[in-house]
């Protein structure tokens, strides 16, 4: 069966780094465009980035571009975001899901928290 299980968030000071990972079953992660999607207290959900299934092309929204790089380990079967230069803006509860659009699968989220 498809599952999705994140791991990585925590607690963090303003400035600091996390990488989330993502690590897939019943599918490549190779396979299919991959995303990244956060929500925080009180908000919808936002789509924060993706990586094209063929080309790796990657996608980040404008708030995070130069601080977020999405990547992906074929062997591991395992979608990683790492997060660089945390800002207060950046707490939430990140999901990983499968394709850009319709997204299929979720995981169950990881939650990161940047605190002074």
């Known amino acids: 069966q498809v599952q999705l299980v994140e791991s990585g968030g925590g607690m963090v000071q303003p400035g600091g780094s996390l990488r989330l990972s993502c690590t897939a079953s019943?599918?490549?992660?190779?396979?299919?465009?991959m995303s990244w999607v956060r929500q925080a207290p009180g908000k919808g959900p936002e789509w924060v980035s993706y990586?094209?299934?063929?080309?790796?092309?990657?996608y980040y929204i404008a708030s995070v571009k130069g601080r977020f790089t999405i990547s992906r380990d074929s062997a591991k079967n395992t979608l990683y975001l790492q997060m660089n230069s945390l800002k207060l803006e950046d707490p939430a509860l990140y999901y990983c899901?499968?394709?850009?659009?319709?997204?299929?699968?979720w995981g169950q989220g990881t939650l990161v928290t940047v605190s002074s």
């Open positions: 019943g599918f490549s992660v190779s396979d299919y465009d």
């Open positions: 990586i094209n299934v063929g080309s790796g092309g990657a």
């Open positions: 899901a499968r394709r850009l659009i319709n997204l299929d699968f």
